[in-house]
């Protein structure tokens, strides 16, 4: 093949790609409005039509001509640097490609319509705290989901192509052996942590102009570097991050009166999603590289602008004061250290999102022996939240009182969503290996965090990691960046640090 | 062919039918969000997306498949009654697709992205006021929908197949004969106002609260039916109606401080339209009779809610009590009857979304008159700004100062809808036929408006129009429901009597 034709093979590749990003992209749009703007009468309506995109761009991707344009490339892009953005676009759609493949057409309209339902159905067992009513929807999802991975054997473990799908490359085994690594040294520092006298919170808990608080979230993230000319905040009932391409990446918030660090981290949170999207290279717009690493990269990038970075002392000593102008009334005895710690308080709790830091990935580790257990068969779909609550007596030392603070939490079964949980772990373990690293780049991060300075920190972060979009995986990314895999013990240092100087532990 | 081989044949044409309208709703909320949402970045990637949506849904409804259904289908439903919902899926769907599959796939792309790009390029010459920069664009628009009514030769005159996109089975002769009828009796009543002493409306132009004027405007059209569970309301540059589905049904509007009645009149008229879409039989949902007969009958029924109602005496007998206690300062000193007439004020102006009921239609027929003469080539795009002023000058006895309040006021053409103008005045005159039609059945029915009370005109609207959607053709819709063709008579008679009244003529 001359250089030309492979270009021309190219170009055609990249015209079927865009293609397929615009029917994803337009199905994230229906997605996003589903969430922020549907008219309850719409819910049927906009089922069919995310079925109908899904299954159109399934389609669409795994066509015969993608076959033939990735075959005839193979050879080509061999000879070029393999780490080269033609030859990772070719590689890394080829693995897509070859994945999506093995899924019937049938599946995905069936998953896309369930799934659909399963939402809905979610949302009315959880109203009345009736796991009996959303079990039959969760055993379609998780057969839907068996029969997924069966498509995918042999493999080690039938969890693994579930795993594949959010963390490229990564196998239950791995997760296994990081979780189990972390599992006794998180239990440990919870267990230190209770036994010290709490820190106080409750200034949190006065009452706060729902307005004011969004707009100091909106500062903070203005300052982050969040670009208003292509993305946009709004209200949903939960948090999301969502993008039309790199050029419009949009987040949503919630803001409670009563409990003002929740919606100001959460916007934080979504910020650091959408700055990852922002800053993929343009040229892997509409294509299969536009997005990130995988999804327990993203969450390292939300869970360090959330957590490393916003509830830090460095942030707060340059934001505290502004917060202090904002609300005088609620915060004017409450000196800087006592915010700092207040918004650090750790406390064992029933629900995930509302977790601390030091409890976190204990809510993730009981989701993922669940979800394994159930595939296994070892657990019943009858069984389920009962075994729910003896692993959260277990880890957190409470009891849930009902299924809707217990087992029926969580959106991400209903939509599907299994082997998604541990990416949310595995961000914190990443968002710290990454932040060691940076430190060595930029000895003075924490004095230009101190100063509002951000653009230190997210030039490095787009220059290391966002513009590559989705070239690497994850566990090759991160060794490029930082020499080892992924590892819970930078995290664990940076979680004992902290808590012993808040709990003097 | 027996009947449940037809059946079966039947569903498989609703469920092609059922993927293509999935696609259009799709594609109708990436314009909705488009000019409701989105951040400017998204521009470029959102033309892609709908370029995209638009050649899928053209390839997928013009497929073989649907033309192999639709010829299997025709000798059995000709054995129906022809008025059966099921002939006339098959009609409506064969008359559409016949029309589709003359276009091909690359005019379609082509249409759809030229059209995205001049529309920002509209945008741009609109606010330097400079007509010299849209004109290339102008140029390329008019020259695809002069190649796309080529695919229709032969026709009596090259401006009936545009016209036939938007009023079925109407031609370029009916709408000439309809408008010479009009033009002198609606330049004699203008001149005739005009001659008289004005009404006052300064008081609409005092300081009104925007959240006050958007709760009325709630108010109103919640009083005319307009089901929040099936739809909502947002602010948008220019108001429009769309719906993605029956259930899902879209209004915008404008509000401005200075200028009280023109964010008011704006949601009643998109009220109007979208109780049009939500009148629909929910069973023809998905399908090609899923919306109204044409645009001239859709807006037909705009106009009633605006204006046969909303600008009438009963319809302030009853609001008018209540619009005063949200408004007491300004309204305090104005009587019913100084408000009706000044709501009602004639004033020839220069733009049209502007314009009251006597001089609207004007505006309407310069537009047709110049669009027909681009087409026949009479006219040259370097002299249409001229062309403008001087009917502008002729028509309304007014200079357009600038482009921008002249040939560049509206979107239409920026967006592809050449055929489009004519609709808004046939919508006027139907109006005023049905609302003929409409007294006779219900005798009563100013007595009802004055009480607050919509639901028998609702309610005959539904059961007359509304459920029957894309069923009938315009002309045939009129005579079913009147007697007679579309007809400019009940219009002037309308406008007259009420213009005696205003302006003791």
Redesign the interface.
């Given at each position: 093949m001359t250089e030309t034709i492979m270009e021309e093979k190219l170009n055609q590749l990249k015209q079927h790609l865009?293609?397929v990003a615009?029917?994803q992209?337009?199905g994230a749009?229906?997605g996003w409005?589903l969430q922020v703007?549907?008219?309850?009468?719409?819910s049927?309506?906009?089922s069919?039509?995310m079925?109908?995109?899904d299954s159109?761009a399934h389609k669409m991707f795994t066509s015969p001509e993608i076959g033939q344009l990735l075959d005839a490339l193979q050879p080509q892009v061999e000879k070029l640097d393999p780490d080269s953005d033609e030859a990772r676009l070719v590689k890394v759609t080829r693995r897509e490609y070859e994945k999506r493949l093995r899924v019937p057409a049938e599946w995905v309209a069936e998953f896309a319509q369930i799934t659909a339902q399963a939402h809905m159905v979610w949302q009315e067992a959880r109203q009345d705290n009736d796991y009996g009513k959303f079990r039959p929807m969760l055993e379609k999802i998780f057969d839907l989901r068996r029969r997924y991975a069966e498509l995918f054997a042999p493999y080690q473990h039938i969890y693994d192509p579930l795993i594949d799908d959010f963390e490229p490359g990564l196998k239950t085994a791995d997760v296994k052996a990081i979780f189990n690594k972390l599992r006794p040294q998180q239990v440990a520092l919870v267990k230190a942590i209770t036994d010290r006298p709490q820190v106080d919170d409750s200034f949190l808990h006065l009452s706060y102009d729902e307005q004011k608080q969004w707009d100091f979230g909106v500062d903070v993230i203005t300052r982050f570097g969040y670009?208003?000319?292509?993305?946009?905040q709004d209200r949903s009932a939960h948090p999301f991050t969502t993008h039309?391409?790199?050029?419009?990446v949009?987040i949503t918030t919630r803001i409670f009166p009563n409990h003002m660090s929740s919606g100001l981290f959460s916007t934080m949170h979504e910020a650091g999603h959408a700055l990852y999207e922002m800053g993929v290279d343009p040229s892997f717009?509409?294509s299969t590289l536009d997005s990130g690493v995988s999804l327990g990269f993203h969450e390292s990038q939300s869970r360090m602008w959330e957590n490393l970075v916003g509830r830090s002392l460095p942030f707060w000593t340059y934001f505290y004061p502004r917060l202090q102008e904002v609300f005088p009334e609620q915060l004017k005895n409450v000196t800087l250290r006592s915010f700092y710690k207040g918004i650090n308080r750790v406390q064992p709790s029933l629900i995930r999102v509302e977790a601390d830091e030091a409890t976190y990935n204990l809510h993730i580790m009981l989701r993922l022996e669940l979800e394994i257990a159930l595939l296994e068969g070892q657990l019943s779909f009858k069984d389920l939240p009962e075994a729910w609550n003896s692993r959260v007596q277990e880890f957190l030392g409470l009891l849930p009182p009902n299924d809707a603070q217990g087992v029926l939490q969580d959106v991400h079964w209903s939509s599907g969503y299994i082997g998604y949980f541990s990416t949310y772990a595995l961000g914190n373990l990443i968002s710290a290996q990454l932040w060691d690293c940076i430190q060595v780049d930029l000895p003075d991060l924490n004095e230009q965090i101190r100063q509002g300075e951000f653009d230190g920190l997210r030039g490095w972060l787009v220059d290391k990691i966002h513009r590559h979009g989705a070239k690497f995986e994850p566990q090759e990314m991160m060794r490029n960046l930082t020499g080892s895999q992924i590892d819970p013990a930078a995290y664990m240092r940076y979680l004992t640090a902290k808590y012993t100087d808040i709990y003097s532990l």
């Open positions: 865009a293609e615009d029917l992209y337009t749009l229906l409005d703007n549907m008219p309850p009468g719409g049927v309506g906009r069919y039509q079925s109908t995109i159109l670009d208003w000319k292509r993305g946009r039309f391409g790199i050029d419009d949009r717009g509409r």
